[in-house]
């Protein structure tokens, strides 16, 4: 598959990949499937490969940071992002992530009160803490969380305990 077209594919993606049926058969009913059928096809396989992620974190550029670390032994795809836990659990909501990625310090909800509110929600959805403030471990397990890493992180330690989450 050429790079333009993985570009497309990725975008697509992002629209959310729950709805990308719903929208094709939409096309499909139009007389569109000539055209965007491969590509939906080639969509669905990339999302099923990868997993879906949110990333809330109240720097927003340490959570990508964070995500750089992972993605280069992960596939993760990033599907939403969010700096305060009442926007993170809106977007949790609304795309049904197989990961969210998170820190304690969020403004208008904790990040154990996000923890706990996903746990209630959807308790198979893995959620693995990356945070300096390393006292909140035990709490952030009892309340649901499956990985914790204290920042700055050891070399590989991210991607480790994100597989052992997924697991």
């Not at 719903?22 to 490969?49: N, Q, Y």
């Not at 990333?55 to 964070?66: A, F, Q, S, Y």
Request: hydrophobic content about 40%; charged content about 30%.
């Amino acid at each position: 598959m050429d790079k333009d077209k993985q570009n497309v594919l990725a975008d697509l993606v992002t629209i959310g990949g729950r709805d990308l049926a719903k929208r094709s058969s939409k096309l499909v009913r139009r007389g569109l499937d000539s055209l965007f059928s491969p590509m939906l096809e080639d969509t669905a396989r990339i999302s099923e490969h990868r997993i879906r992620t949110i990333v809330v974190n109240c720097v927003p550029e340490r959570g990508r940071l964070i995500v750089d670390q992972i993605a280069q032994e992960i596939d993760i795809y990033i599907v939403g992002e969010a700096s305060n836990g009442a926007d993170g659990l809106a977007l949790f909501e609304q795309l049904h992530p197989e990961l969210v990625l998170t820190c304690i310090g969020l403004k208008f909800m904790s990040g154990l009160d996000l923890i706990s509110k996903i746990k209630e929600k959807r308790p198979e959805t893995r959620i693995v803490v990356t945070t300096i403030q390393g006292s909140q471990k035990e709490e952030a397990f009892r309340r649901g969380a499956d990985g914790f890493v204290t920042l700055p992180p050891a070399s590989g330690e991210l991607a480790e305990v994100v597989k052992e989450a997924m697991e």
